[in-house]
C-alpha cells in the first residue's frame, strides 16, 4: 500500500526531511532556545520525527548540546550554524552588534557620525566597526548568515527608497536594502528606527511575551512601531505608524512632511528644547531640562507634562485604533520618566475609548539607545537562515 510520501517516488521522504529539518531550525532561531518538547510542539512534528532530527543536528555541531545530562534540556543553536549582524544608523551615531542564532550578543561597537554622511560613507564606516566587532570575537564575515539594518527614516516598501520625510539627508531617495546588499556582498533587509525598537524591545526588553504592542519614539523624529498579533504591522508602503505626522494644529508649524501642525512639530525633543530656550538660553538639553524638573523647576516640569499630555492624546487614537496590551516609551524624551508618563496614561484615559484603554500599559521601554540596532539584529534573526551540516 502507499503512503502520502512514496506517491511521489524515493526523492520525496528526503525532500519531506529536509523540510522537517528546516522548520526544526527555524522555531529555533526564532525563539533561541527551546525544550525538546517545545519544538515539537511550536513545529506540529512528531516527538519522534523531532528527536530524530535533533540527533543528527547535534551529531552535525548545528545544535548545541552543552547541557546535555540536564533533565529540562534546552536546545539552541551553535555558533557553527552561523552568526548575524545588526547595523543602526542614527542621527548621529552608526552601531554595529553580531549575535549568535540563539539570540546571545557577542561584540557591539558604536561610534559617531555626522547626520550629513553620505550613505556610500556610512556604510565604509560600518563595514570598519564590523571588522574590529568581528576581530573582536574571532569571527569571520563568512559565518554571517543574515544582516539586519536600521535607519531612522520611513522606507518605501515597494521601492526600498529612504522617504524624504527623513532626519538622515545622505541617505534621502537612496535604494537603502540595494546599496547595503552590495556593499556587504550578501541581502541585507532594511527597517526604521521606531519599527527595530518594537522587534527588539519584544525579542529582549519590556515588551516580551507580550503579542500587540507599541513602540513609541519620542525623539528629534517621533513614530511609533507597531507589533501586532505576533507580528511587526508596517501597512501597504511601510508607513504605518507614523503618528509624529498626525494633525494637532491645522495653522500650526510647518512639518518637514510638508503639513501643518503635526504631533512632531510640538512634541519632537528639538521643540521642547526650543521651547525653553527663551528662558533658559541656548544649548540645553533633554537631560538638563529633566534634570531642572526633578530640581524643582516649574517650567521644565511644566513643559514635560505638556509634552506627555498631547502625545497621550495622539497615543489614544492608536490606541482605539489597533487595541494594544502595552505603550512601550523609547527614545531620548524617555529620559523624562514619570515626568511624562504620568501626564501621558491620564490623557489616553480621558480621550481613549474605556475599552480600549482601561487595562493598557503604559511603561519605559528597556534597551535605550542600544533598541535600534538589536532591532537589527531581531530583523536578522527573523529573515535569516543558517548554515547547515
Ligand atoms: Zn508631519
Known amino acids: 500500500m502507499s503512503t502520502p510520501d512514496d506517491r511521489f517516488g524515493p526523492g520525496s521522504q528526503a525532500a519531506l526531511r529536509d523540510a522537517n529539518q528546516r522548520r526544526v531550525l527555524e522555531v529555533l532561531r526564532s525563539a533561541g532556545e527551546l525544550t525538546q518538547a517545545q519544538v515539537a510542539r511550536n513545529t506540529g512534528l512528531a516527538p519522534a520525527t523531532v528527536s530524530n532530527i535533533v540527533r543528527e543536528l547535534t551529531t552535525a555541531g548545528v545544535i548545541d548540546d552543552a547541557d546535555r545530562g540536564k533533565r529540562r534540556r534546552m536546545l539552541r543553536l551553535a555558533r557553527t550554524a552561523g552568526m548575524v549582524i545588526g547595523v543602526d544608523f542614527g542621527h548621529r551615531h552608526v552601531t554595529v552588534a553580531v549575535a549568535d542564532l540563539s539570540h546571545n550578543i557577542l561584540a557591539e561597537r558604536r561610534v559617531p557620525l555626522g547626520p550629513a554622511s553620505s550613505a556610500r560613507d556610512s556604510l565604509a564606516r560600518a563595514s570598519a566597526l564590523l571588522e574590529e ?21 520611513p522606507i518605501d516598501s515597494r521601492t526600498g527608497e529612504v522617504g524624504a ?7 534621502v531617495g537612496v535604494r537603502a536594502e540595494d546599496m547595503a546588499s552590495d556593499h556587504f556582498g550578501q541581502h541585507v533587509v532594511v527597517d526604521n528606527d521606531a519599527n527595530l525598537g518594537a522587534l527588539a524591545e519584544h525579542m529582549w526588553g519590556a515588551g516580551q511575551g507580550c503579542d500587540n504592542l507599541a513602540f513609541v519614539k519620542l525623539s528629534d523624529g517621533v513614530g511609533a512601531g507597531l507589533f501586532i498579533d505576533g507580528r511587526l504591522f508596517r501597512g501597504r508602503n511601510g508607513t504605518a505608524g507614523e503618528i509624529g505626522h498626525t494633525t494637532f494644529d491645522e495653522f500650526g508649524d510647518v512639518c518637514r512632511c510638508g503639513n501643518r501642525g503635526c504631533l512632531e512639530t510640538i512634541v519632537a525633543a528639538k521643540s521642547v528644547v526650543e521651547l525653553l530656550e527663551p528662558r533658559y538660553g541656548h544649548d540645553l538639553t533633554i537631560a538638563d531640562i529633566v534634570q531642572m524638573a526633578n530640581d524643582g523647576d516649574n517650567a521644565c516640569a511644566r513643559i514635560l507634562a505638556d509634552t506627555g499630555r498631547q502625545t497621550g492624546a495622539a497615543l489614544a487614537s492608536l490606541c482605539n485604533l489597533i487595541n494594544p496590551e502595552l505603550v512601550l516609551i523609547g527614545g531620548e524624551l524617555a529620559l523624562a520618566g514619570e515626568l511624562i508618563l504620568a501626564p501621558m496614561r491620564e490623557s489616553v484615559r480621558r480621550c481613549g475609548i474605556p475599552s480600549s484603554t482601561h487595562d493598557l500599559h503604559i511603561r519605559l521601554a528597556e534597551l535605550g539607545a542600544r533598541a535600534m540596532v538589536l532591532g537589527a539584529v531581531a530583523l536578522a534573526l527573523q529573515t535569516s537562515g543558517e548554515r547547515t551540516p
Open 133 to 153: 566587532a568581528l576581530t573582536a570575537i574571532d569571527g569571520h564575515m563568512s559565518e554571517v548568515v543574515g544582516i539586519g539594518m536600521g535607519l531612522a527614516a
Open 165 to 171: 520625510v527623513s532626519i538622515l539627508p545622505g541617505w
